[in-house]
């Protein structure tokens, strides 16, 4: 329907997707998309979540095959069978999901599959440790080589996934949300380094659900809808709105700053608080922490990667030992108590990393959905109390409605949804439970911009009803425009605090210890 | 598919609970056709296989497999693995036959001939313990549950041989006089023509099938046996539900040794050897995933038979010894290859329907 | 002496069936221990052939010392409807049970090689005599040794009441030689690769030693292989027990003293003819139920009239 | 910890290098430490523990585990597990003595009697024939590890036993007139003092301690081990890894069943019951872990150390037959857990570390 996006080939066009389907079993993930990648050009890829851009990215890198269609390099016809086809024909991609082998050094990762080999076939260390410093010196981290991947944060580990890609030296480079874990300062690194990769004719697509970053560095702008693509237009003539409303169909709620109001007595009272590094490097990841929340206030923590507010919340839930210090939920000191007492008792997180702590993949959408609040879904029958089925299936469906999870139906398999929609369903997981206090850990990860509108009208609804809300973010658009009170952590100390309506980007960014940050701040549609 | 995914289904919309039984087919339909092709086969072979009291005998024969396999699909739904269940089988036999036989109290220089019930709870006791101990090693000293109970294995049959001193109990009967009599006579007894064990085996496949399907713990363990991660911060105890699977898989053994006791009218300490090897192979051929989150207890109770009628079979049609070990791993493997080939059929059919326009009640919900 | 009658009547009956044979039909049971041992292959291959001769067909089955193996299997048996079981029973308390229960579906069952602990249930228990064997081979060993010297025990598998009894029957000639000090005892459960290592052990802490007495012969051949290797085969005495193959073998080329034959063959022999005499008329045609066989001493004299497996001539 | 990672560690700054040995010690260190006592405790016990006779006996019991437990530990990198070893050891060592026994071809009516390489390739061929079928069974039909094995240890014995028919074969001297001697000579043989079998230990661990730190194939095995669906995307020939990791387990075990049949002077289709589970257990005191990813050739010679002394030390000091088997299995699980208690141990050293005064890379940056 949309022909524009099939226009006769133009010269630069590397390659070229032609009416692409592709079925999942049942669900239709494309629908006959026609697409283009142009030499030296970065593509950027809008869309809800569910819309079909990773798919796409898999069948582009040979990790999927499509049902109908063809693909054109250079105007050839070509079959992809395997990633490793894909890589020999110059095209890379950094998957969406981080894939990653933990037990190895960051220096195997990045060359697995792809081994430098040196007399008699042995594999040449020396060699390959000097391209992965080379890598890390490009992207400004100092991270070495033969650390274990799984002594990295998240975020570093999104680092090497993207050493990983460049050091494939692919002509076409596929980006699919490299970003989701980065702070604004990595994510500069990363700019600078696709525009010396374009500048060298690389073609990049690219896929992000940060919209001022994404159109930042977008030549070519496509919109995808429930896998059809809608819109193609050229980065100079698009803004955010342009992009939101192509994406959603509608103009998204984008601001949630309320008026102002008296929150209740204090819902969660941190003092003092010390976390120990998980690296048992004796660093304290936490370091003498004071916080409070009110019931009814969204507290947003801004920072760095790195500035521990991962242990802090996880402490807060229980997860992390605490080294020292008090925290109090409503009054009462929660010293002591497990994840699970502290779920009844009313403070619960959603995890950084979805699929590693959020979600049971062997498990349907409703049972996921249910499984932290299972005890109010029982009936007492005989000697012990039991799940009772209507009750289970009507919390599930109020939480699915809730949270507006896209899904064929509380059965389906949970693995079935696109990242943005799990997470819902781990945000809807814990509201299930009633909570008087919910910790969120980046919990616009990897989320479209209509989904984050749902999540956060979502949370001040539930604040309205008294809910205290503490989430961390790295986003600073979304810490400004979606909460009460913005604490700016840095090197495990809280440095500062903000109120949102007043303050600015530079100003917080700045107390977070970013240094001066080029993104040039394209206004929310509020400013 | 879980048993609970077919409790969840029963209140979701119908198509989805049609999709789930499916799957439900597919994992366990497996399972059932092999011991269909047994059956058949093996009463085509033999007339004396299918007659009444034949199916009888080899029920209780698969029964103990079955109690035990029981236990082990729940430390397997948890992605563990349970070694010493044979040895547990012999030590709370052994113990048994040590109580039954009288306590000597040498500074009292006295004999205790406890009751009979007192008897089966102590050696039920006795197993629960050493489930108990396997589960706080795997629990608290974090060791790998195949290295947990594979020391357990050697422990717990040690333990019965230093009780018996290698020669069995056998003086079971009991006194009138002492009045501890009665445990052959209960545990061998057949009521409505059922053979005692197979009534444990129903009782206990009853129990565990409303508990995995039912009870919060059910779903607790297929969380954890999931992503035991996740599972922990969504509030599950989760190193309650580990420790308690062992425990469970403990009492299991130890119901079975009683059995087995009585059905020797003698308890010796050599008594479930490599028992553990027919209960995971039972487990698997019905449809569990040793990586834990996946296994019903229709699907182990299939699989048990599959193995009884197998082992059975090949002896009444009088195959030669070494060609029954032959066929029985060839059997195993092709039950749970069986699988695999099914569900790359399945996809390819659902990979066809997939052409024609999806039905309404598949089509997406539009955004909001 | 006493072992030659034995063998004569034994011969004298094996001869009785092949005239009568044919005539029944229908199938015997045979269920042996260990099919991998050579010593229970003979006895399985003796009763398949006599069952056949006497016109009966067999199945052979193991239950591997396993009693509950052993209850399954003669639970199958009763459900095939099989007119007789020779049995060589797992363990002498644990197979009362599954006896009784074969009997009582009326099917005669005829032992061989082990007891079990009560009688009145088999129709015969033929035994080979254990005692008597572990005497006279003990008898030949201790005059190997000169009366003197220190050695260790090979014990077989502790749940097998026939290791107490070897071990004993050798104790109790023993000791009536205050010069023989027993100074190591390790189990090795009736195997040749554990006898070797166990041996091993025993050599490594106790050097010095001059004889091994082992309770049957894959442990003894395991042990001489342990000798060989320490290059103390010719300074140490063994005694082995069974009379299989390879340990006629040793005993000829001298690195074994002796072993006791348990006359497997015969008892096996003896055992089918009374099942089909019984099958026939109801009665064994021996007196007493439990009728034990004495053992026969293979030295370097008689070794070679061992023509066959388990089978000394005369 | 992978032997990459410490291959690396000759590469990297010196800080990194503080680190990844810890770790490395982390691992082995507990399995050393308890081999370190074991070897204290019985020389105390026996003066003869440490006697160098006792040292190479022992050694040669070592070596025929610990050659199974690198097979193993191959399997185990992969997230894998081979049952079937004890069963290969046996079926490989009866092909051998058969060959050597000559065979017999009916239809020609005569007899060949092979040269002894040729009985050497031929039975280690069997061997990794058996472990390719396993490979195949894993990798096509997709069927668990722990079931496709368990399926050949079945089969493979039962073969064993049926060539055999039982008997084993004794007469493996071969003859002069044949021309294949030199069977036992050569794999009984001790150049330089040291048992064939432990000079076999030695190759094996130095060919695959080479393999797994230097080649690709040792990356991709950790890789697999590590997250299977990664390495596939980063195209790592998955299946063929895990075919070649079955093979070579059935090769370590054909070779062992050489070895055992030499060391037996006879080829008794019994060899090698239950061997899989001291090699098992071998691997994983030696710090692998069972999910896959982490594990040294080094850590597992130490861990077949460490079950060898201990079985032998206990038989030299004359502990009673029942005591040894409890023994074991307590050993086997606290050789493990120590591992968990010296992790505890690291955290609260680093938790007080973090209470000393912040050094100045932690100093707050002064608020703008
Ligand atoms: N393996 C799969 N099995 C079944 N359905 C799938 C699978 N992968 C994706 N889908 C479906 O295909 C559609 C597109 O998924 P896709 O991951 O491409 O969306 P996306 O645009 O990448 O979303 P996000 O922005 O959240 O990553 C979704 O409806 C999803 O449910
Ligand atoms: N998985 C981990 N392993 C080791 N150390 C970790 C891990 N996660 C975090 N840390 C340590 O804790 C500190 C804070 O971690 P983390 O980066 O998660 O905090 P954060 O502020 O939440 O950053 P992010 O934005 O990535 O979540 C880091 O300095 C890091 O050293
Ligand atoms: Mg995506
Ligand atoms: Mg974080």
Redesign the interface.
């Known amino acids: 329907m949309f022909r524009e996006a099939a226009s006769p080939p133009r010269a630069d066009v590397v390659l070229r997707a032609v009416d692409i389907t592709k079925w999942y079993g049942a669900t239709q993930a494309l629908k006959g998309v026609n697409f283009e990648v142009q030499r030296g050009k970065v593509t950027v890829l809008f869309g809800e979540n569910g819309a079909g851009k990773s798919t796409l990215m898999k069948i582009l890198a040979g990790v999927e095959t499509p049902t109908g269609g063809h693909l054109e390099l250079d105007g050839e016809r070509i079959e992809l069978r395997s990633p490793n086809q894909a890589v020999d024909h110059g095209i890379s991609i950094i998957h969406q999901e981080l894939n990653l082998c933990p037990n190895m050094s960051v220096r195997d990762n990045i060359f697995i599959g792809r081994e430098r080999t040196g007399l008699f076939g042995t594999v040449d260390y020396r060699g390959e440790r000097k391209v992965v410093q080379r890598l890390m010196e490009r992207l400004e981290e100092d991270i070495d080589p033969s650390t274990l991947v799984a002594d990295l944060r998240i975020g570093q580990q999104q680092i090497v996934e993207i050493a990983r890609a460049l050091a494939t030296d692919a002509r076409i480079l596929i980006m699919d949300e490299p970003t989701s874990a980065l702070s604004a300062s990595e994510v500069e690194v990363l700019f600078k380094v696709i525009k010396d990769l374009t500048d060298n004719g690389v073609a990049i697509v690219y896929i992000s659900h940060h919209l001022e970053e994404a159109i930042e560095i977008s030549d070519h702008a496509v919109v995808f809808r429930d896998g059809e693509l809608v819109a193609t237009e050229d980065a100079a003539n698009i803004d955010l709105s342009w992009v939101v409303g192509k994406m959603v169909g509608r103009a998204a709620e984008y601001d949630f700053r309320d008026a102002e109001r008296d929150y209740g007595d204090v819902a969660l009272s941190i003092r003092n608080l010390k976390v120990v590094d998980a690296t048992g490097e004796g660093r304290l990841a936490v370091n003498d922490v004071s916080l409070e929340v009110r019931q009814g206030e969204i507290v947003c923590l801004y920072g760095l990667m790195g500035a521990g507010r991962t242990e802090l919340v996880e402490a807060l839930a229980g997860r992390g030992p605490i080294a020292s210090g008090s925290v109090k939920l409503g009054g009462e000191d929660v010293a002591g108590t497990s994840i699970t007492e502290r779920i009844e008792r009313g403070i619960g997180l959603v995890p950084e990393d979805r699929q590693r702590d959020g979600l049971v993949q062997s498990m349907s959408v409703g049972q996921n959905l249910s499984l932290s609040s299972l005890l109010e879904m029982t009936r007492s029958f005989l000697v012990s109390r039991f799940i009772s089925g209507r009750r289970e299936a009507g919390r599930i469906r109020d939480g699915i409605s809730d949270v507006r999870v896209k899904t064929a139906g509380p059965g389906a398999a949970i693995t079935s949804l696109s990242g943005g929609n799990q997470q819902k369903v781990v945000i809807g997981k814990m509201l299930l439970t009633g909570p008087k206090v919910l910790l969120l850990d980046e919990p616009t990860r990897g989320i479209d911009v209509g989904a984050k509108g749902e999540i956060f009208s979502l949370l001040f609804r539930e604040a309205r009803k008294g809910l205290a809300v503490l989430y961390v973010t790295s986003e600073i658009g979304e810490a400004i425009t979606a909460s009460h009170r913005i604490v700016v952590m840095s090197k495990g100390r809280v440095v500062r605090e903000f109120d949102p309506r007043t303050a600015s980007r530079e100003e917080i960014m700045a107390a977070s210890g970013e240094s001066e940050v080029g993104i040039h701040p394209i206004g929310t549609p509020s400013e | 598919m879980s048993e609970l995914s077919q409790a969840a289904v029963k209140a979701t919309a119908p198509h989805a609970l049609r999709k789930i039984n499916t799957r439900a087919l597919m994992v366990e339909g497996r399972a059932l056709l092999a011991l269909l092709l047994i059956v058949v086969v093996f009463s085509l072979l033999s007339p004396n296989f299918l007659s009444a009291d034949n199916l009888i005998i080899m029920t209780r024969h698969v029964a103990m497999n079955a109690i035990l396999a029981i236990g082990m699909l729940l430390v397997i739904l948890n992605g563990g693995i349970d070694l010493s269940v044979g040895s547990i089988v012999g030590l709370s036999g052994v113990i048994a036959g040590m109580l039954l036989e009288g306590l000597e109290i040498k500074s009292l220089d006295l004999f205790v001939y406890p009751a009979v019930w007192v008897v089966i709870v102590v050696s039920l006791g006795v197993g629960t313990l050493a489930g108990w101990v396997n589960g706080v090693v795997v629990t608290r000293l974090k060791v790998a549950p195949f290295i947990a109970t594979l020391g357990m294995l050697y422990v717990a049959r040690g333990i019965a041989l230093l009780i018996t001193n290698g020669t069995p109990f056998s003086k079971l009967r009991g006194e009138e006089g002492l009045g501890n009599t009665g445990f052959l006579t209960f545990l061998k007894g057949a009521p409505l023509g059922l053979p005692m064990p197979v009534w444990a085996m129903i009782l206990f496949a009853a129990v565990f099938a409303v508990v995995l399907s039912k009870s919060p713990f059910g779903r607790w363990l297929y969380a954890t046996g999931g992503n035991e991660r996740a599972a922990e911060l969504s509030g599950v105890p989760v190193k309650k539900v580990k420790t308690r699977i062992y425990v469970l898989s403990g009492l299991c053994a130890a119901a079975v040794g009683l059995l087995l006791t009585a059905d020797l009218s003698s308890a010796t300490p050599a008594a479930g050897e490599f028992f553990e090897l027919n209960a995971i192979a039972a487990v698997v051929i019905g449809g569990a995933a040793l990586s834990g989150g996946r296994g019903t207890i229709r699907g182990t109770l299939i699989g048990a038979f599959v193995i009884g009628f197998l082992v059975d079979g090949l002896v009444l049609v009088g195959v030669s010894q070494f060609w029954q070990q032959i066929i029985k791993g060839a059997v195993i493997i092709i039950a749970v290859a069986l699988d695999q080939l099914q569900q790359t059929l399945q996809k390819r059919r659902s990979a066809k329907a997939a052409f024609s326009p999806p039905k309404p009640s598949e089509r997406v919900p539009a955004p909001v | 002496g006493s072992s030659g009658s034995d063998s004569a009547s034994g011969s004298a009956a094996s001869a009785a069936p092949a005239s009568g044979g044919g005539s029944a039909g229908g199938t015997i049971a045979v269920i042996t221990v260990d099919?991998?041992?050579?010593y229970?292959?003979a006895e399985a291959n003796t009763a398949k052939a006599e069952i056949e001769k006497a016109g009966y067909q067999a199945?052979?089955?193991?239950h591997g010392?396993?009693?509950?193996k052993q209850?399954?299997?003669l639970?199958?048996a009763?459900?095939?409807?099989v007119k007789a079981v020779i049995l060589d029973p797992a363990?002498a308390?644990?197979s009362?049970?599954?006896v009784q229960k074969a009997t009582d579906a009326g099917i005669p069952v005829f032992l061989v090689n082990a007891e079990i602990?009560q009688q009145g249930i088999a129709k015969s228990q033929i035994i080979s005599n254990n005692a008597q064997g572990a005497t006279i081979g003990a008898e030949a060993w201790v005059k190997a040794m000169g009366g003197k010297g220190k050695y260790v025990e090979l014990?077989g598998n502790?749940?097998d009441?026939n290791?107490?009894v070897r071990s004993d029957g050798y104790a109790a000639v023993i000791s009536a030689y205050p010069d023989l000090k027993k100074v190591?005892q390790?189990?090795a459960n009736w195997?040749?690769?554990q006898g070797?290592?166990?041996m091993?052990?025993?050599?490594?802490?106790h050097?010095d030693i001059t004889g091994v007495i082992a309770g049957n012969d894959e442990m003894a051949?395991?042990a001489i292989?342990a000798l060989t290797?320490a290059k103390m085969i010719d300074k140490v005495k063994v005694l082995g027990f069974d009379g299989n193959?390879?340990a006629v073998?040793a005993v000829r080329s001298g690195t074994m003293v002796a072993t006791v034959l348990q006359p497997i063959v015969q008892g096996t022999t003896n055992a089918v003819t009374q099942a089909v005499e019984y099958l026939k008329s109801g009665k064994t045609g021996v007196a007493d139920e439990k009728q034990s066989i004495d053992c026969v001493l293979i030295t370097k004299e008689n070794a070679d009239k061992y023509t066959a497996?388990f089978v000394l001539e005369k």
């Open positions: 099919l991998a041992n050579s229970w292959q199945t052979v089955n193991a010392a396993d009693p509950d209850n399954q299997l639970d199958t009763i459900s095939n409807k363990g308390d644990e009362v049970a599954a602990s014990f502790p749940t009441n290791a107490q190591g390790e189990t195997d040749r690769a070797k290592e166990k091993e052990g025993l050599l490594a802490a050097p051949l395991g292989e290797d193959a390879d073998e497996p």
